[in-house]
């Protein structure tokens, strides 16, 4: 169940729905696909739930609720994805396993959500770290990232962002950079603009895919009329990859924010899969990842002349461009391949819900 994410997200459907259907189980996937647009795949039976959007999360979590009711002996085992749906789950008697996969550093993300007055967000932090730690007490965790298990007293099995590395990629080309992810101010989105608008003469483009925020909504539809760059909006993520392909480089432009500095931003990880090189801010862990494998460039924050600089740079050294590309893919196909974690998810959630096999 989740409400809050897209029902394409790429986590929970591409990778662990699609796990769990590929190892024989049925998969009942309640999501908000009327509010998105989206259309449940065939490989699942989908239920539509609410969309819960800044303040507007009640009705969602109220008919999610009703669903888990409804369903609690129909099902093995419930997987949850957002933190809203705790208490659509709290005092259900002969519940069946629950499982909530912690996508984020909750408290963290309060700082990133406009909606939220800053003198609510002490309140709602504290509540946060209290509902944490209710949750381990009572119900099954997954964790995102390593980082996360600091928050928590007991150990709790890592499922990484990790992504599907293809048999074989193209290699980078020198005419277009990409962005693949959700866009808004913390994620860099007026940098992105100000690149686009750099290599305007330079004849390379900048392609952002992903849903934005409505607060970068008016800047970006303004730079798409002005020719700047291109915005995709939302791809469903299979379809979404493939725009990677041949790309000069990707770019990730998050700003130093609390959330973000213990996280892998798993663009940088689809981007190595798909040999293209990375362009990115100095997170702790972005950096830590590029480095190692010597497959991108890391600049300032937010100073989209360097970002520019970048670009041009690779788009001029070819041999150096297919070296890092192909540095990234070898990297992403041993280390980061999305089958390799999959076997211990799907082997966790059949131990907890009982699956003899």
């Known amino acids: 169940m989740t409400v809050v994410h897209n029902p394409e997200d790429a986590r929970i459907l591409h990778r662990q729905i699609r796990a769990l259907v590929d190892a024989g189980h049925e998969v009942t996937y309640a999501a908000s696909f009327s509010a998105h647009g989206v259309v449940a795949r065939p490989w699942v039976n989908g239920v539509d739930l609410p969309r819960a959007a800044q303040r507007k999360r009640m009705r969602a979590v109220w008919a ?56 609510l967000r002490p309140p709602v932090r504290f509540l946060a770290r209290l509902l944490e730690g209710t949750a381990e007490r009572h119900l099954h965790l997954l964790l995102a990232e390593t980082a996360y298990a600091g928050r928590f007293k007991h150990a709790h099995l890592i499922v990484p962002n990790e992504t599907w590395v293809p048999d074989t990629v193209t290699p980078p080309g020198d005419d277009r950079v990409v962005y693949l992810g959700w866009l808004s101010r913390a994620r860099g989105v007026q940098e992105a603009i100000e690149v686009g608008r750099l290599l305007q003469p330079y004849r ?30 939302f791809m469903p993520n299979d379809e979404a990859l493939k725009r990677l392909d041949g790309a000069l480089a990707g770019l990730s432009l998050l700003h130093d924010e609390p959330n973000y500095r213990h996280s892998m931003p798993t663009k940088i990880v689809e981007y190595m899969a798909h040999g293209i090189p990375v362009i990115t801010t100095p997170s702790p862990r972005a950096v830590e990842l590029v480095e190692r494998y010597e497959s991108g460039i890391v600049v300032a924050w937010e100073d989209p002349k360097a970002v520019a600089q970048a670009v041009l740079s690779l788009r001029d050294e070819q041999r150096e461009r297919h070296a890092m590309g192909a540095r990234g893919y070898a990297a992403a196909r041993a280390n980061h391949h999305w089958p390799n974690s999959a076997r211990r998810f799907v082997s966790q959630l059949e131990s907890w819900a009982g699956v003899k096999k």
């Open 204 to 233: 390379v483009a900048v392609e952002l895919i992903g849903y934005a925020d409505p607060q970068s909504r008016p800047a970006l539809n303004q730079a798409v009329a002005e020719g700047v760059l291109e915005w995709r909006d």
């Open 64 to 119: 999610a609720r009703k669903l888990f009711r409804r369903m609690r002996d129909k099902v093995d085992l419930v997987l949850i994805h957002d933190p809203e749906l705790l208490f659509a789950i709290w005092g259900v008697r002969r519940r069946p396993p629950v499982v909530w996969d912690v996508h984020e550093d909750t408290p963290a993300t309060l700082s990133l959500k406009p909606w939220l007055p800053s003198l």
